[in-house]
C-alpha cells in the first residue's frame, strides 16, 4: 500500500509539472517564435509579448551576421496612430530596437524587418502585440505561484484518492481548497493591483478569464468540500472538481486579460 502511495504521489507530482509546462508556454504573453530565409541564411526570431512597464521594451534578433540590418514599427493598440518606425542598432551579433514604455496594460503592436543586400523580410506576418505591467515583487509573485501549483498537485491527488476510495479525501480536499484559495483570491489580487493597478478584473467587473477561472474552479472545490464534509463517501465532487481545475488549467494564462483603452485610459478586460 505504501509503495502505490509513493507511485500516486510520483503521478500527481509530474501531471502537476507537466500543466506548469504548458502554462508557461502558452497564451497571449508567450514569446513569438519562428524562422525565416533571409539571403541564403536561416535567421531564427523571439519576438516578446510582455514586459514590465517601468522600462522600455527591448525587441531584439539573436546572432545575425554582419550585413544584416533591420527596423521596428509599433503604433498603439486600439487607436487611429501612424505607425512608427524606429532602426534597429547592431549590439554585437545581435540587432535591436527599443519600444516606449506605457503604462500598466497598455499595449503595442510591433513588426520587424531584416534586410540584407537588396532582400527585406518582414518576420512577423502578422503584428505582434505586447502588453506592459508593473513590476511584481517577488515576496508576492514567487507564493502565488507555489500556491497556485501546490493547489494542482493537491486537487490532482485528492481526485485520485477518491478514485480509489481513499481514507484521506476530505483532508486532501480541504488542503486543494485553502491553497486556491490563497493563490487565486489572496495572492492572485495581490498580484493583478502590483501588475495592472487592479485587484479583480473578473466577475462581476470584468471578463478576465485568469480571475473568472479561479473563481469557478473555488467554488467547484468548495462545493467538494461540502458534499464530504455531509458524506464522507460521497466521490463524485471531487472528482468533479479535480476535473473543472484541469479544464481551468488548460485554458492559456492571461486570456482576455487587463488592457489599457487608451481613449479613456481606462483598463478594460476581454481584449
Do not use: C
Not at 74 to 91: A, C, S
Not at 229 to 256: D, G, Q, Y
Amino acid at each position: 500500500m505504501k509503495i502505490k502511495q509513493v507511485y500516486i504521489w510520483i503521478f500527481s507530482v509530474v501531471f502537476t509539472l507537466a500543466f506548469a509546462y504548458y502554462q508557461r508556454t502558452t497564451g497571449p504573453t508567450y514569446p513569438v517564435r519562428g524562422e525565416k530565409i533571409i539571403a541564403g541564411q536561416t535567421v531564427k526570431y523571439k519576438l516578446i509579448r510582455s514586459h514590465v512597464s517601468e522600462k522600455d521594451a527591448d525587441i531584439r534578433v539573436k546572432e545575425l551576421p554582419e550585413g544584416f540590418t533591420g527596423e521596428v514599427s509599433y503604433k498603439r493598440l486600439g487607436t487611429n496612430d501612424d505607425w512608427t518606425v524606429v532602426p534597429m542598432v547592431r549590439e554585437g551579433q545581435d540587432l535591436n530596437a527599443m519600444l516606449p514604455h506605457q503604462p500598466p496594460a497598455g499595449k503595442l503592436m510591433y513588426h520587424v524587418t531584416l534586410s540584407s543586400g537588396n532582400e527585406r523580410v518582414l518576420l512577423n506576418d502578422e503584428p505582434t502585440v505586447i502588453r506592459f505591467k508593473g513590476d511584481v515583487p517577488a515576496w508576492v509573485l514567487i507564493p502565488h505561484i507555489i500556491f497556485i501549483f501546490t493547489a494542482m498537485l493537491m486537487s490532482t491527488r485528492t481526485g485520485l484518492e477518491a478514485v480509489r476510495k481513499g481514507k484521506k479525501t476530505l483532508r486532501y480536499a480541504w488542503i486543494t481548497l485553502i491553497t486556491l484559495f490563497v493563490a487565486g483570491l489572496i495572492l492572485g489580487p495581490a498580484v493583478q493591483k502590483y501588475a495592472f493597478d487592479a485587484f479583480w478584473t473578473g466577475w462581476p467587473f470584468g471578463q478576465d478569464l485568469t480571475d473568472n477561472k479561479t473563481l469557478v474552479a473555488f467554488i467547484f472545490w468548495a462545493i467538494a468540500v461540502w458534499r464530504l464534509k455531509k458524506n464522507p463517501e460521497n466521490r463524485t465532487w471531487p472528482i468533479v472538481a479535480m476535473v473543472v481545475l484541469i479544464v481551468v488549467f488548460l485554458i492559456p494564462h492571461s486570456m482576455f486579460g487587463s488592457s489599457l483603452d487608451y481613449s479613456s485610459g481606462q483598463i478594460e478586460t476581454g481584449r
